[in-house]
């Protein structure tokens, strides 16, 4: 599987369980919610930064977005 469709699903995931909104997740990762959207998706191929402020937004390590 793609890295960017992987992280995508990871992601999706991780917000879902914690009940939160595309807009909440991309407001708290101080993010637009259409990237966020385009990283769901794998869309968009996101830096190590944003990764890390998705994943604190999350509550959650980096190597939980990127993992199988």
Same mark, same amino acid.
């Given at each position: ?9 990871? =992601? ?6 914690r009940?939160? %909104?595309?807009? /909440?997740?991309? $407001?708290r990762? $101080? ?5 966020? %959207?385009? =990283? ?6 996101? %830096?190590?930064? =944003?990764l890390?402020?998705?994943?604190k937004?999350l509550?959650? $390590? =980096? /190597? $939980?977005?990127?993992?199988?």
């Amino acid at each position: 599987m793609d890295l960017r469709k992987r992280v995508g699903l990871n =992601v999706q995931r991780l917000r879902r369980k914690r009940g939160l %909104s595309q807009e /909440e997740l991309a $407001d708290r990762a $101080d993010i637009h919610q259409t990237y966020l %959207s385009g =990283v769901e998706t794998g869309k968009r191929n996101p %830096s190590l930064l =944003v990764l890390e402020r998705i994943g604190k937004a999350l509550g959650a $390590d =980096v /190597e $939980d977005l990127v993992k199988k």
